[in-house]
């Protein structure tokens, strides 16, 4: 498959991840940690499930339902418990690590001829269209799910609650329960996209899920900036923006390899990257002082 | 309409840091009584504030409200009789969400928060002219991030948003101390306003002995956690504005 169109296509499987980012930035003003374990528990489940001859959208609810379950841990344990919820993040994050490795039984599981969603849904004679095609259809289906959720009154809510909890708390919201609930969301969709990506690309790898909480904050951040920059105050255009910082996030990678630089750093650039990104409108912000 | 009976409220129980910020208050505050609370630092005023609202639960004594023992029902569920104002513009109001977002989870306030969407033509409108109502020219900016406004307007929205739903009972936390003296008296205006036309049961916790003095029809003055003086809407109108600043001398 085409260098470029491998990034456009990966972008599109980790929009889950950078839509559960978005969500978890909005309802605790920080980034979730649990990120890394519920993708890889996405994965998890899709390898093993779908080598146990399950057909792949009856893997779809099991992610889900896996995924909701470890984000309601971390919530769990940060309001419950009052345990900083960085750190939360971390502990169920770790904790997962074991339970993926229990779920797989080995570290790495290739899926070889089993069928995935990329061809048992058949939109284009090319295959790699298809792909395209399916991940195209599933994410715009999630993002309206998630669109339509956010400007409900729940979804009002669940935005105010990371913006002014002593208001939100006022006007009788439960915010532990808020917290557990968005996080619980943000994990599933996480999830998703580990259900996407091991489909994708054939195999289930107890690493895949290292550094996913910077892809999809590297994406919302890239969103942010165009929302601070352009005022923007719908929620469509900002959860457009956010995907479309996934998609951004996937051909700079894309490029940096095609550049030439050794795949082994690339975690390197990615960090550099995200780096850059959040430092620039503070860089350029004082040179206009 | 509020009634507490020997509240106390004491951090660091046993401890060589021990606060007794509340220290074993009775009171009965009657329906449409606009009391006004006026206090030094640490006389408990604000602890009183956060007990009748369920930010902090006492550690003995008992809170009724509306005839409910509310002692330990938490802050969002005592929400639906109280609405507040806070110390902090920044507090009351979601700054990324629009002034239309606010209002609607102040519409509903009172009801839970479901999985429909509520902001619709007749609800904009409604919010619209309610806000007309201020004269601060906001009505046109309802999609606007509440946090493109000043805290004067913030304020006042505060206090528009309490009304968007059934409310018995105002707190109001010294909510003019972050404002200059114009949107002060504006907003102090506005919530006289408010609690005379909706007839609600109000607490006002003031530094400004001008607003003690010009508002409400009973005042309280507190120290060391206790109520030192309690006077009706009789003694009030009696008192003069200079026996208000000898309680300070």
């Given at each position: 498959m085409d260098f470029y169109l491998t990034a456009l296509v990966q972008g599109l499987c980790f929009s889950g991840v950078a839509l559960g980012i978005y969500i978890s930035m909005k309802i605790f003003n920080i980034p979730d940690i649990t990120t890394d374990g519920s993708y890889m528990l996405g994965g998890a489940f899709t390898g093993t499930l779908l080598l146990h001859h399950q057909p792949a959208y009856t893997v779809l609810p099991v992610v889900i339902i896996a995924g909701a379950i470890a984000g309601a841990l971390t919530g769990i344990i940060h309001t419950k418990l009052k345990i900083n919820a960085l750190l939360a993040g971390i502990l169920v994050m770790t904790a997962l690590y074991s339970i993926n490795l229990t779920i797989m039984g080995r570290s790495n599981l290739p899926l070889n001829t089993i069928p995935t969603i990329f061809n048992l849904v058949n939109l284009s004679g090319n295959p790699n269209q298809n792909t395209l095609l399916v991940l195209l259809v599933f994410v715009a289906i999630i993002t309206l799910i998630i669109g339509y959720l956010l400007k409900t009154d729940f979804g009002i809510a669940m935005r105010a609650t990371g913006n002014s909890e002593s208001m939100i708390r006022a006007l009788g919201v439960n915010t532990d329960r808020m917290k557990i609930t968005g996080l619980a969301i943000a994990n599933a969709?996480?999830?998703?996209?580990?259900?996407?990506?091991?489909?994708?690309?054939?195999?289930?790898?107890?690493?895949?899920?290292?550094?996913?909480?910077?892809?999809?904050?590297?994406?919302?951040?890239?969103?942010?900036?165009?929302?601070?920059?352009?005022?923007?105050?719908?929620?469509?255009?900002?959860?457009?923006?956010?995907?479309?910082?996934?998609?951004?996030?996937?051909?700079?990678?894309?490029?940096?390899?095609?550049?030439?630089?050794?795949?082994?750093?690339?975690?390197?650039?990615?960090?550099?990257?995200?780096?850059?990104?959040?430092?620039?409108?503070?860089?350029?912000?004082?040179?206009?002082? | 309409?509020?009634?507490?009976?020997?509240?106390?409220?004491?951090?660091?129980?046993?401890?060589?840091?021990?606060?007794?910020?509340?220290?074993?208050?009775?009171?009965?505050?009657?329906?449409?009584?606009?009391?006004?609370?006026?206090?030094?630092?640490?006389?408990?005023?604000?602890?009183?504030?956060?007990?009748?609202?369920?930010?902090?639960?006492?550690?003995?004594?008992?809170?009724?409200?509306?005839?409910?023992?509310?002692?330990?029902?938490?802050?969002?569920?005592?929400?639906?009789?109280?609405?507040?104002?806070?110390?902090?513009?920044?507090?009351?109001?979601?700054?990324?969400?629009?002034?239309?977002?606010?209002?609607?989870?102040?519409?509903?306030?009172?009801?839970?928060?479901?999985?429909?969407?509520?902001?619709?033509?007749?609800?904009?409108?409604?919010?619209?002219?309610?806000?007309?109502?201020?004269?601060?020219?906001?009505?046109?900016?309802?999609?606007?991030?509440?946090?493109?406004?000043?805290g004067g307007q913030r304020q006042a929205l505060t206090l528009l948003m309490s009304i968007m739903d059934d409310c018995k009972i105002l707190l109001l936390d010294e909510p003019t101390?972050?404002?200059?003296?114009?949107?002060?008296?504006?907003?102090?205006?506005?919530?006289?306003?408010?609690?005379?036309?909706?007839?609600?049961?109000?607490?006002?916790?003031?530094?400004?002995?001008?607003?003690?003095?010009?508002?409400?029809?009973?005042?309280?003055?507190?120290?060391?956690?206790?109520?030192?003086?309690?006077?009706?809407?009789?003694?009030?109108?009696?008192l003069k504005q200079n026996d208000l600043f000898d309680w300070f001398g």
């Amino acid at each position: 498959m085409d260098f470029y169109l491998t990034a456009l296509v990966q972008g599109l499987c980790f929009s889950g991840v950078a839509l559960g980012i978005y969500i978890s930035m909005k309802i605790f003003n920080i980034p979730d940690i649990t990120t890394d374990g519920s993708y890889m528990l996405g994965g998890a489940f899709t390898g093993t499930l779908l080598l146990h001859h399950q057909p792949a959208y009856t893997v779809l609810p099991v992610v889900i339902i896996a995924g909701a379950i470890a984000g309601a841990l971390t919530g769990i344990i940060h309001t419950k418990l009052k345990i900083n919820a960085l750190l939360a993040g971390i502990l169920v994050m770790t904790a997962l690590y074991s339970i993926n490795l229990t779920i797989m039984g080995r570290s790495n599981l290739p899926l070889n001829t089993i069928p995935t969603i990329f061809n048992l849904v058949n939109l284009s004679g090319n295959p790699n269209q298809n792909t395209l095609l399916v991940l195209l259809v599933f994410v715009a289906i999630i993002t309206l799910i998630i669109g339509y959720l956010l400007k409900t009154d729940f979804g009002i809510a669940m935005r105010a609650t990371g913006n002014s909890e002593s208001m939100i708390r006022a006007l009788g919201v439960n915010t532990d329960r808020m917290k557990i609930t968005g996080l619980a969301i943000a994990n599933a969709l996480t999830a998703v996209s580990g259900y996407l990506m091991t489909q994708f690309q054939g195999f289930a790898d107890i690493s895949m899920g290292i550094g996913m909480v910077i892809y999809g904050l590297g994406s919302v951040i890239i969103a942010e900036a165009f929302i601070n920059w352009f005022r923007i105050t719908s929620i469509w255009l900002s959860l457009g923006l956010v995907l479309f910082g996934a998609i951004i996030f996937q051909f700079v990678l894309a490029l940096t390899l095609d550049l030439g630089v050794d795949a082994t750093l690339l975690k390197l650039v990615t960090a550099v990257f995200v780096l850059l990104i959040v430092s620039l409108p503070r860089l350029s912000f004082n040179k206009s002082l | 309409m509020i009634s507490i009976d020997k509240a106390y409220k004491i951090y660091n129980k046993g401890k060589a840091n021990q606060v007794d910020a509340v220290n074993g208050i009775s009171l009965d505050i009657k329906d449409n009584e606009f009391v006004v609370i006026v206090g030094s630092n640490g006389s408990g005023k604000t602890t009183l504030l956060n007990l009748i609202s369920g930010s902090v639960l006492p550690t003995s004594g008992s809170i009724t409200i509306d005839g409910n023992d509310v002692s330990n029902l938490p802050d969002y569920k005592r929400s639906q009789w109280i609405a507040r104002v806070f110390q902090n513009p920044l507090s009351g109001t979601a700054s990324d969400l629009s002034i239309l977002d606010n209002f609607r989870l102040a519409a509903i306030r009172t009801q839970p928060k479901g999985l429909t969407i509520g902001i619709n033509d007749a609800f904009k409108k409604q919010v619209t002219e309610k806000i007309a109502t201020l004269g601060m020219g906001l009505e046109n900016k309802i999609n606007q991030p509440m946090g493109t406004l000043s805290g004067g307007q913030r304020q006042a929205l505060t206090l528009l948003m309490s009304i968007m739903d059934d409310c018995k009972i105002l707190l109001l936390d010294e909510p003019t101390a972050a404002l200059d003296p114009r949107s002060a008296t504006i907003v102090m205006k506005t919530a006289d306003q408010l609690i005379k036309d909706f007839k609600l049961t109000a607490i006002l916790i003031t530094h400004n002995l001008k607003d003690a003095y010009n508002y409400g029809n009973r005042i309280i003055q507190m120290v060391e956690g206790l109520i030192l003086q309690d006077l009706d809407t009789a003694k009030k109108s009696a008192l003069k504005q200079n026996d208000l600043f000898d309680w300070f001398g």
